[in-house]
Protein backbone atom coordinates (compact mmCIF):
# COMPACT_ATOMS: atom_id res chain seq x y z
CA UNK A 1 0.00 0.00 0.00
CA UNK A 2 1.31 3.27 -1.18
CA UNK A 3 2.71 5.92 1.86
CA UNK A 4 0.22 8.46 1.52
CA UNK A 5 2.50 11.06 3.85
CA UNK A 6 5.57 10.08 1.77
CA UNK A 7 3.92 11.19 -1.65
CA UNK A 8 3.37 14.61 0.10
CA UNK A 9 -0.09 14.81 -1.58
CA UNK A 10 -2.05 11.60 -1.21
CA UNK A 11 -1.31 10.54 -4.28
CA UNK A 12 -2.59 13.69 -6.21
CA UNK A 13 -0.37 15.78 -8.21
CA UNK A 14 0.23 19.57 -7.50
CA UNK A 15 -0.35 22.49 -9.89
CA UNK A 16 2.91 23.19 -10.53
CA UNK A 17 3.22 19.56 -11.89
CA UNK A 18 1.04 20.01 -14.55
CA UNK A 19 1.98 21.18 -17.20
CA UNK A 20 -0.04 22.67 -20.71
CA UNK A 21 1.11 20.46 -23.49
CA UNK A 22 0.57 22.16 -27.43
CA UNK A 23 -0.46 20.19 -30.59
CA UNK A 24 1.48 21.72 -33.52
CA UNK A 25 -1.33 22.54 -35.67
CA UNK A 26 -1.06 22.43 -39.44
CA UNK A 27 0.29 25.55 -40.92
CA UNK A 28 2.07 26.26 -37.38
CA UNK A 29 5.92 25.42 -37.52
CA UNK A 30 7.34 23.50 -34.69
CA UNK A 31 9.43 26.27 -33.26
CA UNK A 32 6.23 28.44 -32.91
CA UNK A 33 4.74 25.23 -31.37
CA UNK A 34 7.29 25.56 -28.24
CA UNK A 35 7.32 28.87 -27.74
CA UNK A 36 3.60 29.23 -27.36
CA UNK A 37 3.68 26.22 -25.22
CA UNK A 38 6.83 28.07 -23.65
CA UNK A 39 4.24 30.91 -23.03
CA UNK A 40 1.33 29.45 -21.13
CA UNK A 41 3.35 27.52 -19.19
CA UNK A 42 5.52 30.66 -18.09
CA UNK A 43 4.33 32.02 -14.88
CA UNK A 44 5.97 35.45 -15.16
CA UNK A 45 3.88 36.03 -18.74
CA UNK A 46 0.68 34.95 -15.64
CA UNK A 47 1.97 37.34 -13.57
CA UNK A 48 2.34 40.55 -16.20
CA UNK A 49 -1.20 39.91 -17.11
CA UNK A 50 -2.04 40.14 -14.00
CA UNK A 51 -0.29 42.70 -12.97
CA UNK A 52 -1.54 44.96 -15.88
CA UNK A 53 2.28 44.91 -17.67
CA UNK A 54 2.94 44.32 -21.27
CA UNK A 55 5.18 41.97 -21.36
CA UNK A 56 7.18 39.34 -18.80
CA UNK A 57 10.12 41.83 -19.59
CA UNK A 58 8.97 44.84 -16.65
CA UNK A 59 9.72 42.10 -13.69
CA UNK A 60 13.23 41.74 -15.03
CA UNK A 61 14.00 45.62 -14.72
CA UNK A 62 11.91 45.48 -11.62
CA UNK A 63 14.12 42.35 -10.15
CA UNK A 64 16.83 44.75 -11.17
CA UNK A 65 16.10 47.58 -9.61
CA UNK A 66 15.61 45.99 -6.34
CA UNK A 67 19.05 45.53 -5.91
CA UNK A 68 20.32 48.23 -7.88
CA UNK A 69 18.22 51.09 -6.65
CA UNK A 70 18.22 52.28 -10.45
CA UNK A 71 15.35 54.49 -10.04
CA UNK A 72 14.20 57.30 -7.54
CA UNK A 73 10.82 59.56 -7.18
CA UNK A 74 11.82 62.56 -9.92
CA UNK A 75 14.24 60.58 -11.61
CA UNK A 76 14.57 60.72 -15.64
CA UNK A 77 14.85 57.77 -17.94
CA UNK A 78 15.49 57.15 -21.35
CA UNK A 79 13.92 53.91 -22.63
CA UNK A 80 15.91 52.54 -25.78
CA UNK A 81 14.20 50.10 -27.56
CA UNK A 82 10.89 50.26 -25.31
CA UNK A 83 8.37 48.31 -27.35
CA UNK A 84 6.10 46.72 -26.00
CA UNK A 85 6.46 49.18 -22.89
CA UNK A 86 7.05 47.07 -20.03
CA UNK A 87 9.93 48.51 -18.90
CA UNK A 88 8.58 51.91 -19.24
CA UNK A 89 5.73 51.06 -17.30
CA UNK A 90 7.94 49.75 -14.34
CA UNK A 91 10.12 53.19 -14.91
CA UNK A 92 7.10 56.03 -14.96
CA UNK A 93 5.79 54.16 -12.15
CA UNK A 94 8.84 54.00 -9.83
CA UNK A 95 9.95 58.18 -10.83
CA UNK A 96 6.63 59.42 -10.64
CA UNK A 97 6.30 60.45 -14.29
CA UNK A 98 3.37 62.16 -15.19
CA UNK A 99 1.76 63.29 -18.27
CA UNK A 100 1.94 66.73 -16.90
CA UNK A 101 5.60 66.44 -15.91
CA UNK A 102 6.63 63.45 -17.85
CA UNK A 103 10.08 61.99 -16.81
CA UNK A 104 10.53 58.92 -19.18
CA UNK A 105 11.00 58.91 -22.90
CA UNK A 106 10.53 56.11 -25.24
CA UNK A 107 11.76 54.78 -28.49
CA UNK A 108 11.24 51.68 -30.42
CA UNK A 109 10.52 51.04 -34.93
CA UNK A 110 7.84 49.23 -33.30
CA UNK A 111 3.74 50.28 -32.87
CA UNK A 112 3.34 51.03 -29.05
CA UNK A 113 0.18 51.78 -27.29
CA UNK A 114 0.44 55.39 -25.46
CA UNK A 115 1.64 54.78 -21.88
CA UNK A 116 0.79 57.41 -18.96
CA UNK A 117 3.45 59.77 -17.82
CA UNK A 118 5.29 58.62 -20.93
CA UNK A 119 6.68 60.21 -24.10
CA UNK A 120 7.03 57.51 -26.64
CA UNK A 121 8.66 57.71 -30.16
CA UNK A 122 8.02 54.94 -33.21
CA UNK A 123 11.50 55.76 -34.19
CA UNK A 124 14.39 53.31 -35.07
CA UNK A 125 17.37 54.65 -32.62
CA UNK A 126 20.03 53.77 -35.02
CA UNK A 127 18.84 56.59 -36.97
CA UNK A 128 21.05 59.76 -36.84
CA UNK A 129 18.26 62.30 -35.76
CA UNK A 130 16.96 59.96 -32.73
CA UNK A 131 19.47 60.95 -29.96
CA UNK A 132 18.44 64.59 -30.43
CA UNK A 133 14.91 63.97 -30.88
CA UNK A 134 15.34 61.78 -27.37
CA UNK A 135 16.59 64.77 -25.48
CA UNK A 136 14.57 67.06 -27.04
CA UNK A 137 11.65 65.62 -25.34
CA UNK A 138 12.88 65.61 -22.28
CA UNK A 139 13.68 69.71 -22.31
CA UNK A 140 17.15 69.34 -22.59
CA UNK A 141 18.06 67.81 -19.17
CA UNK A 142 20.49 65.40 -18.20
CA UNK A 143 18.91 61.25 -17.73
CA UNK A 144 19.46 59.85 -14.49
CA UNK A 145 19.38 56.25 -16.28
CA UNK A 146 19.72 55.33 -20.19
CA UNK A 147 18.24 51.50 -20.13
CA UNK A 148 18.66 49.55 -23.31
CA UNK A 149 16.63 46.09 -24.07
CA UNK A 150 17.39 46.49 -28.25
CA UNK A 151 18.03 43.46 -29.69
CA UNK A 152 18.10 43.50 -33.37
CA UNK A 153 16.35 40.09 -34.75
CA UNK A 154 18.59 37.14 -34.81
CA UNK A 155 20.25 35.97 -38.18
CA UNK A 156 20.92 32.73 -37.08
CA UNK A 157 24.74 33.39 -37.49
CA UNK A 158 26.21 33.29 -34.10
CA UNK A 159 28.73 35.37 -34.79
CA UNK A 160 27.09 38.00 -37.07
CA UNK A 161 24.08 38.32 -33.74
CA UNK A 162 26.69 38.76 -31.91
CA UNK A 163 28.70 41.43 -33.55
CA UNK A 164 25.03 43.18 -34.12
CA UNK A 165 23.73 43.21 -30.49
CA UNK A 166 27.71 44.77 -29.77
CA UNK A 167 27.05 47.28 -32.10
CA UNK A 168 23.84 48.32 -30.30
CA UNK A 169 25.26 48.07 -27.05
CA UNK A 170 27.86 50.42 -28.19
CA UNK A 171 25.47 53.41 -29.68
CA UNK A 172 23.98 52.77 -26.60
CA UNK A 173 26.44 53.48 -24.35
CA UNK A 174 27.82 56.12 -26.63
CA UNK A 175 24.13 57.89 -26.35
CA UNK A 176 23.84 57.28 -22.28
CA UNK A 177 27.59 59.30 -21.96
CA UNK A 178 26.29 61.92 -23.99
CA UNK A 179 22.84 62.48 -21.92
CA UNK A 180 23.74 61.24 -18.31
CA UNK A 181 24.18 63.51 -15.34
CA UNK A 182 26.94 62.85 -12.89
CA UNK A 183 25.95 59.39 -11.15
CA UNK A 184 23.79 58.39 -13.27
CA UNK A 185 23.38 54.83 -14.73
CA UNK A 186 23.16 52.70 -18.10
CA UNK A 187 21.36 49.01 -18.50
CA UNK A 188 21.71 47.05 -21.69
CA UNK A 189 20.70 43.66 -22.89
CA UNK A 190 23.95 41.54 -23.35
CA UNK A 191 23.95 38.10 -24.77
CA UNK A 192 26.76 35.08 -23.33
CA UNK A 193 29.80 35.09 -25.59
CA UNK A 194 31.36 38.58 -23.85
CA UNK A 195 30.70 42.07 -24.11
CA UNK A 196 34.13 43.48 -26.50
CA UNK A 197 36.69 44.13 -24.10
CA UNK A 198 37.08 47.95 -26.77
CA UNK A 199 33.11 48.40 -25.01
CA UNK A 200 33.81 47.83 -21.52
CA UNK A 201 37.43 49.48 -20.82
CA UNK A 202 34.95 52.25 -22.33
CA UNK A 203 32.42 51.68 -19.67
CA UNK A 204 35.29 51.83 -17.23
CA UNK A 205 36.90 55.21 -17.77
CA UNK A 206 33.27 56.64 -17.52
CA UNK A 207 31.45 54.77 -14.74
CA UNK A 208 32.72 53.98 -11.04
CA UNK A 209 31.44 50.30 -11.44
CA UNK A 210 30.37 47.79 -14.35
CA UNK A 211 29.33 44.23 -14.03
CA UNK A 212 26.77 41.79 -15.63
CA UNK A 213 23.52 40.16 -14.32
CA UNK A 214 20.72 38.16 -14.82
CA UNK A 215 17.57 38.55 -13.05
CA UNK A 216 15.65 35.62 -11.80
CA UNK A 217 12.67 36.40 -14.76
CA UNK A 218 15.10 36.16 -17.80
CA UNK A 219 14.81 32.63 -18.97
CA UNK A 220 17.86 30.31 -17.66
CA UNK A 221 17.90 28.55 -20.91
CA UNK A 222 17.90 32.15 -22.48
CA UNK A 223 21.72 33.63 -23.14
CA UNK A 224 21.11 36.37 -22.29
CA UNK A 225 22.01 38.97 -19.66
CA UNK A 226 22.21 42.75 -18.40
CA UNK A 227 24.90 44.61 -18.32
CA UNK A 228 24.70 47.45 -15.45
CA UNK A 229 27.34 50.21 -15.28
CA UNK A 230 26.70 52.65 -12.27
CA UNK A 231 28.28 56.23 -10.87
CA UNK A 232 28.88 57.77 -14.33
CA UNK A 233 31.71 60.65 -13.89
CA UNK A 234 31.73 64.07 -15.34
CA UNK A 235 32.85 63.35 -19.40
CA UNK A 236 36.39 64.45 -20.25
CA UNK A 237 37.34 66.39 -22.84
CA UNK A 238 39.17 63.80 -24.94
CA UNK A 239 40.19 60.41 -24.03
CA UNK A 240 43.93 61.68 -22.97
CA UNK A 241 41.86 63.17 -20.29
CA UNK A 242 40.02 60.13 -19.64
CA UNK A 243 42.98 58.16 -19.09
CA UNK A 244 44.91 60.40 -16.79
CA UNK A 245 41.88 60.62 -14.53
CA UNK A 246 41.93 56.96 -13.89
Not at 66 to 71: G, L, M, T, V
Not at 199 to 207: D, E, V, Y
Request: positive net charge; hydrophobic residues 40%.
Amino acid sequence: MANNKALGTGGRKSDKDFKIRVKTAKGRKVASTKWLERQLNDPYVARARAEGYRSRAAFKIKEMNEKQKFFKRGSRVVDLGAAPGGWSQVAAAAVGSTDANPLVVGIDYLDMDPIPGVILFKKDFTEDDAPALLIEALGGHKVDLVMSDMAWPTTGHRATDHLRIVHLIEIAADFAIQVLAPGGAFVAKVFQGGTEHELLHMLKRHFATTFHVKPPSSRKDSAEAYLVAKGFKARPDDDEAGDSEA
